[in-house]
């Protein structure tokens, strides 16, 4: 067998027939889902990595276009599971443009309060699952558990856990119940106590820091080329974040930093997750303090945003508003339209075309994890196998996010 | 719209006077590119004009209008953060040139689009379906295939 006489190794051209394939997914539990991945493999390195997608597809795309605005709201929450709020939220912001519809300002800090905590719910599994696969597993239990603290807080206003659909075209769904605030508030003294501890079992950790450091690294060219956004391109120094360079829904009122990173490595995304969690728990703080506990939820124009449920009682309007938009929808202008917000993995958009009727005539989701996951095969390029598992966590994908 | 995008817009018109249809839209400045004429624009846009930043590709079926299909392109400039979206409009039997070469991470999405409305990328280096298995029959996003499952009599 040749070798190279400097440094002793294997020439790759000489291994050329003795590569090997294989495939790791679709039932993996450290490809968060079912990816496939067809590695090409010389010993432990990596020659290739092809990630094989489409085994969650379900044609979102094409259920949209049957149902009306109103109703798409609900396969939103379905794309990007863990971060069911800031889909929500892109979808609602890019009927609004095109209707051109003014939300109450209290609605809009509400909203703002939600995708904050969707963030910190989607980061807490992230981070879970992401340690686990280093192999370190307590923290993944202690991140589920806290979790569920904010799937109450989601259940008390929207009702169920996992798909609230709270936000609705025109503002939201319904008001904030009694005593959400004092809950709210147990859970913003608490996360901090919570952070530490996180931090304490990663922080200095030799094992995790060497599995991050130096590995699967992206810089900021390719993020560009491959349109990679969220705290994969944060991790190569640029601080690029849609709440600040395009603020919507009143982002603008709020204080908080951009965590960057400037390695573009498995590391430095690791800590600009870390520290975006600490800038989102401020604006959950700044949040409370604006919404009061009563007012108004949903805009008053009742061609759009349903009447609240007293009112049908009373008012034959009220009724009739009621009846038109649950059967028929309400009509868009034509046209269409792009807006992104920044979810908790990247620029999350819809691009919406209306040929002026109550259904979408083409209904776009930019997912950001379809476009983070495309850049697999340079992460993995001549590293070696056990990497392959921290450059997917690392990149924090979403297989609903990748298929829809 | 901004004054930057006017002026991007009337420098666009003055390099490809022929090739180039401004239109209208509520959020981006936006331009219908012939195909002929859609990989040099591509080439410009990115290499001249500084929208090096990737950021999606869809089509759109326009059935049973001719031309039927429309390709859209968004792009950013990243330093500025100003969006740029061109569309390219064909008919059912026409083929796009590709865009993998200027922005790679146009790879997976024009392979989407082949799969999902059958629309051919010259030039792709692997245009294969992605999403759906790849015996699959029909283009499932075009309007002539059915939203209902088999008949079941």
Redesign the interface.
Known sequence: MATDEVHGLVKREALSDETMVINLGPQHPSTHGVLRVRLVLDGERVVDAQPV??YL?T?F??TA??LTYQQCNTITDRLDYLAPMTNNLAYVLAVE??MQIEVPKRAQYIRVLFAELTRLASHLVWLGTHVMDLGAMSLFFYCMREREVILDLIEAVAGVRMNPSYFRVGGLAYDLPDGFHEKAWDFVKDFPRWMKMYRNLVEGNPLINQRLKGIAVLDR?TC?????TGPNIRATG?A?DLRK??PYSSYEEFEFNVPTRTEGDAYARFWVRMEEMDESLKIVEQALDKITPRGEYATRDRKVALPPRDEIYGNMEALIHQFKLVTAGFPVPA?????AVEGPRG?M?F?I?SDGGPKP??W?A?TPS??NL?TLPILCRDGLVADVITAIGSIDIMLGDV?K | MSERSEELLDRLTQRFPDALEVVE????PTVVVKREELLAFAEHLKSVEGY?????V?A??WFPAHPRFEV?Y?VVH?ES?Q?F?FKCRIDEHEAVPSVVSV???A???EREAYD?FGIVFEGHPQLT?????DDWEGH??RKD?P?GGNRID
Do not use: C
Request: no cysteine; aromatic share 18%; glycine share 8%.
């Open positions: 997608i489409g597809h044609g795309e094409k276009e049957t443009k095109m060219e560009y080329q491959y349109g990679v640029l690029l360079t395009e046209g269409e339209v792009y807006q620029e958009g691009y075309i005539y083409r776009r930019r379809y476009y495309q298929d | 839209s509520i959020d981006q090096v930043m990737f950021n999606d869809l759109a079926d859209i968004q990243p953060w969006r979206r922005w790679p991470g790879n997976w999405p999902l379906r992605i999403y759906l298995p499932p996003l295939y939203t």
